[in-house]
């Protein structure tokens, strides 16, 4: 009760109508006299994960220019930017910055036309910011020029994070294990962002529970005995055996997991074989496996071991043949809230952007974030939330059987970016401000 009441004498302090709205006004007045430009340049420049170069180098010099310490290069083009104001929490802003390799089609007066060779294929690309990340580092250069603009509102140390290669989810431990709270210390309180599409602009949506999923790659290799396509009976068919596989895997989620835990295995790829008589002697499914919670995750990567193993005992392979499953390292577990800062924080957003504005929309994806990497290990108190992106005149054409709303990593991908830009940035310094004001 006690920490109740002083919250609410924090949001009387800070964020009347009358600040409320000075704060809504600074913002949009930056937007309109130079973010709306630097969020065109980012747009029009976006950078593979782990050659954003060009990008980390822009951002260090926005954020220096604020008065923000910079370090560049932490796991990579990271940055770390620290504004110290006398004692307080620590509390760490993070925003990622890589594009996709995806030819831009969305029609946009400021649409990307840029290339780059892929790390992974060695391939020049296309490139495109087609999941928003171009909001995520324009609004935290907002950001940090609020804050910087009023720190005589706040005490405490702020640390922003612009963060490489979240698409391959690698990013955030990279830089966690370039010693990065070591080096900077271990924030108090960590907060994350997302643009959506799916949601209608200026709307910030926020849950108590998991707003993103954990992800698994798993490999399962399947050993068989290679044999003519005439005479099966003198081998041992490991496609036969992998579309056992794939079948009994269903069951997982059907049966396995609780009704009311949301879970995905999924087979994307199923490698076997090289000729249409020829029985091969090995077949290899790739698969990605969700989850919202470790329990969860446990039982779907025990489940898949269980079957794959039993299934080739079933066969009468020898237990020196059985099939391999292997998780990949890049596996990153769900994100999830902490339900006490969801309900600070959406109590500030409340007060000082209005009840309307703050929503709590289930998700219906099971995506995946890495920003768990920041949190999990020690654990901190975070809240990651979704500002909508989409004006809601092109819901209305959607929902009347006109062209549908693009999703992220498409190639006809858009973003309302006013709306978007000055949302994160008033979301942001509020939640800010409640953590860290006097």
């Not at 980390?56 to 620290?82: P, S, W, Y």
């Not at 993070?94 to 290339?115: F, H, V, Y």
């Not at 005995?225 to 009976?233: I, Q, R």
């Not at 049966?255 to 000729?275: M, N, Q, W």
Request: aromatic share 6%.
């Amino acid at each position: 009760m006690f920490r109740f009441a002083v919250t609410i004498s924090l949001l009387s302090l800070f964020f009347t109508a009358g600040e409320a709205n000075e704060l809504k006004a600074a913002i949009k007045s930056d937007y309109d006299a130079y973010l709306a430009q630097l969020f065109d340049y980012f747009h029009q420049n976006p950078e593979l994960s782990l050659l954003e170069i060009e990008t980390a180098a822009r951002m260090a010099t926005e954020l220096r220019a604020t008065g923000f310490d910079v370090a560049e290069n932490i796991g990579g083009t990271g940055l770390v930017a620290i504004l110290k104001n006398g004692d307080g929490p620590l509390v760490m802003m993070r925003a990622d910055m890589d594009g996709l390799p995806i030819e831009e089609k969305s029609g946009l007066s400021n649409a990307s036309t840029k290339q780059q060779k892929s790390p992974i294929t060695g391939n020049t690309v296309f490139v495109m910011h087609a999941c928003g990340h171009d909001v995520h580092i324009t609004s935290l250069v907002g950001t940090a020029r609020q804050m910087a603009a009023r720190k005589d509102q706040w005490r405490g140390t702020l640390m922003l994070l612009v963060q490489p290669a979240e698409e391959r989810l690698i990013g955030a431990k990279a830089m966690k294990a370039d010693k990065l709270w070591d080096r900077f210390g271990t924030p108090d309180y960590a907060l994350a962002l997302h643009v959506s599409s799916s949601h209608v602009a200026g709307v910030i949506n926020v849950t108590e529970g998991s707003p993103y999923a954990g992800a698994d790659t798993v490999d399962i290799i399947i050993h068989g005995v290679g044999a003519h396509g005439a005479s099966p009976h003198r081998g041992k068919d490991p496609i036969v055996l992998g579309a056992q596989i794939v079948m009994a895997l269903q069951t997982l989620v059907a049966r396995e997991l609780s009704p009311r835990d949301p879970g995905v295995v999924t087979v994307g790829s199923f490698h076997a074989g090289s000729k249409h008589n020829i029985i091969s002697d090995s077949a290899v499914l790739q698969l990605t496996v969700r989850n919202t919670n470790p329990d969860a995750r446990e039982l779907l990567l025990n489940g898949i071991k269980r079957i794959a193993k039993n299934m080739g005992r079933a066969a009468g392979l020898p237990e020196g043949k059985l099939p391999e499953v292997i998780v990949s390292d890049e596996s990153v577990p769900p994100t999830v809230n902490d339900p006490a800062l969801v309900k600070r924080l959406k109590q500030a957003w409340t007060s000082a952007m209005g009840a309307a504005t703050v929503v709590d929309i289930p998700t219906k994806s099971m995506g995946a974030e890495d920003f768990p990497f920041f949190t999990n290990d020690p654990e901190i108190s975070s809240v990651y939330w979704t500002i909508g992106g989409t004006p809601a005149a092109d819901f209305e054409r959607e929902d009347s059987g006109g062209a549908p709303v693009p999703s992220h990593h498409s190639p006809l991908f858009k973003i309302a970016a006013e709306p978007s830009v000055r949302t994160s940035i008033q979301s942001t310094v509020v939640a800010l401000m409640e953590l860290l004001g006097r």
